[in-house]
């Protein structure tokens, strides 16, 4: 039996942390939870998990940090809403050690399980529906404070309404929605704003949710992952998934599975040139709105429209985000090297991830001083806006990051009966697709 399905021992009085869905989610069908501020965690797949824990070194700088594994169960509180609550494994003595998996950034410390309420925790001697109710009457009370309503408690009854649909009409819905625009209060908090609207998040976490409900006879126990939220160090989070290779079923496919996902395929940009859009999400200032785009919309892009889709990823409304390609660019060259140097490994059906902060640069006003001018890149630097240029803010925190390897495969994985020799060739010619438009578009826009 897989280790995800196997009865598992939680830490004793250990306390438990309450799952908040992950706003941020733009493609993918796994759901996605936030464990706190710099934490996410999802279902354990075991093919996944083994790629975490045997992951070469020079790739830890492209892929999320693995933080380890928790047990995730869930109650329904009087309402009937469920809410999902992590608990550690027993052996954590109630802490979940980081391993620091990247080589970009300082080494982390220990993640606890604290009774800190930001990180809504739930302790053993109170059961989940006493604990719940009385987390929904604080949040209450927090969200008619000063007249205004809080954020997670607008969202979270957001959400719940829009749970009370009917799970196959909101599959249409999103079917049928496939690039949708909001428009945002300039004068409010925009990240706090973000978190209301984002439909592709929500149709993943009810999809979970209707799954562990309808398993709730059998178990209400699982195993998830603990992975790095690279959304974390950005105010308004500007990310595009991109599904990345010529093929995306894994080995085990069964004949009906490997058929559809061949068809998906020739049917996409992914035949021609090895990428399609999975989904995106962007902030444009200019325009005052956010911009949700969904893989049903990726699949039917022509390669000209994936440029465009590409383009309109890195514009704010107003201008190209200019400063952002040069780091782009050598992230993805940098990547592609790392795998060209990787043996018999498949990422099969496979994301890249592409992030930046879409907070509005302010103006800097140009002079002779020289302090000035040297606080100004080069690369933002602007002839047509005459005394004003603009500073990028975070240009070099352009992330780019592999996710989603649930049918990876190389010859270190065992029980696999296909070995595969060489590079991933898929893998590493939609890099290239993507580094000659990005360059296209680099090169067209004057840079």
């Not at 604990?131 to 009370?141: G, I, L, N, T, Y």
């Not at 395929?265 to 962007?282: E, F, K, L, N, P």
Request: hydrophobic share 35%; aromatic share 10%.
């Amino acid at each position: 039996m897989s280790p995800a399905f196997r009865a598992m021992d939680v830490e004793p009085r250990a306390k438990g942390v309450l799952l908040e869905p992950f706003v941020h989610q733009v493609g993918g069908h796994s759901c996605v939870l936030r464990f706190n501020e710099t934490t996410l965690c999802k279902p354990l797949v075991p093919r996944e998990h083994q790629f975490y824990e045997t992951l070469p070194a020079e790739m830890r700088k492209f892929t999320p940090q693995y933080k380890g594994v928790v047990s995730v169960r869930f109650e329904e509180d009087e309402d009937r809403n469920l809410c999902l609550i992590a608990y550690p494994l027993k052996g954590d003595h109630g802490i979940v050690d980081i391993v620091d998996n990247s080589d970009c950034e300082p080494k982390s410390k220990l993640l606890r399980w604290t009774t800190n309420k930001k990180h809504h925790v739930l302790e053993t001697e109170k059961t989940p529906k006493d604990w719940v109710r009385q987390h929904r009457k604080e949040e209450k009370m927090k969200r008619y404070t000063c007249g205004k309503m809080h954020p997670f408690g607008v969202f979270r009854e957001f959400w719940q309404m829009f749970t009370r649909h009917k799970l196959e009409e909101e599959f249409e819905w999103l079917k049928k929605s496939e690039v949708l625009y909001y428009t945002v209060e300039k004068k409010g908090n925009i990240s706090s704003q973000l978190k209301h609207y984002n439909p592709w998040s929500m149709k993943c976490h009810q999809q979970q949710l209707q799954r562990m409900k309808e398993n709730a006879k059998h178990r209400n126990q699982y195993k998830f992952i603990l992975l790095e939220n690279l959304t974390s160090r950005y105010e308004v989070p500007c990310v595009l998934d991109l599904k990345m290779g010529t093929r995306q079923h894994g080995d085990d496919a069964s004949e009906e599975k490997a058929a559809n996902q061949i068809r998906k395929c020739q049917q996409s940009t992914s035949a021609v040139i090895g990428v399609r859009v999975c989904g995106m999400q962007v902030y444009q200032a200019g325009s005052g709105q956010l911009m949700f785009m969904n893989k049903y919309h990726g699949r039917k892009l022509s390669v000209q429209g994936f440029k465009e889709a590409l383009f309109q990823f890195f514009h704010n409304g107003r201008y190209l985000r200019r400063e952002l390609l040069g780091p782009v660019l050598k992230k993805l060259t940098e990547l592609k090297a790392v795998l060209e140097r990787q043996e018999s490994y498949r990422f099969y059906s496979s994301s890249l991830l592409v992030i930046y902060d879409g907070k509005e640069r302010p103006e800097v006003v140009l002079d002779s001083d020289a302090e000035d001018l040297e606080d100004l890149s080069e690369e933002s630097a602007d002839e047509s806006a005459g005394a004003y240029a603009y500073k990028p803010i975070g240009a070099s925190s352009v992330d780019v990051r592999m996710i989603d390897f649930a049918h990876t495969t190389c010859r270190l994985y065992g029980e696999d009966t296909v070995v595969h020799e060489g590079q991933d060739a898929g893998y590493i010619f939609g890099l290239q697709s993507l580094i000659d438009i990005v360059t296209e578009i680099s090169e067209e826009s004057g840079e």
